[in-house]
């Protein structure tokens, strides 16, 4: 079954940190650009990060530049999102996504919540 599943999601305080995991099942996430997307209540999805799958550069939204770092593991399969200094508005629901432009397929993973709290 081909498909992405994040992990990594829940309830963290500001400043405090989480470390989510997108695991692809069924294909090899090294032939896909990969990214991060969030949506906030009432909000649209936004672009969070991505990693391109040829030469590896990412790209930041400037709201969380400094803050958040995505990485890739291709012996797991796996794409993660690190983010530190976490503020409230970054409460979302954070989605994982991987696209292969040339082929024109694209997968979603379900969302994990993301709650920036004291």
């Known amino acids: 079954q081909l498909q992405l599943v994040e992990s990594g999601g829940g309830l963290v305080q500001p400043g405090g940190s989480l470390r989510l995991s997108c695991a692809a099942s069924?294909?090899?996430?090294?032939?896909?650009?990969t990214a991060w997307f969030r949506q906030a209540p009432g909000k649209e999805r936004e672009g969070v990060s991505c990693?391109?799958?040829?030469?590896?550069?990412?790209y930041y939204a400037d709201s969380v530049k400094g803050r958040f770092t995505i990485s890739r593991d291709n012996a797991k399969n796996t794409v993660y999102l690190q983010m530190n200094s976490l503020k409230p508005e970054d409460t979302a629901v954070y989605y994982c996504?991987?696209?292969?432009?040339?082929?024109?397929?694209?997968?979603w993973g379900q969302g994990t919540q993301v709650t920036v709290s004291s």
């Open positions: 996504n991987a696209r292969r432009p040339a082929y024109g397929v694209e997968y």
């Open positions: 990693i391109s799958k040829s030469d590896g550069s990412t």
């Open positions: 069924g294909f090899a996430l090294d032939d896909y650009h």
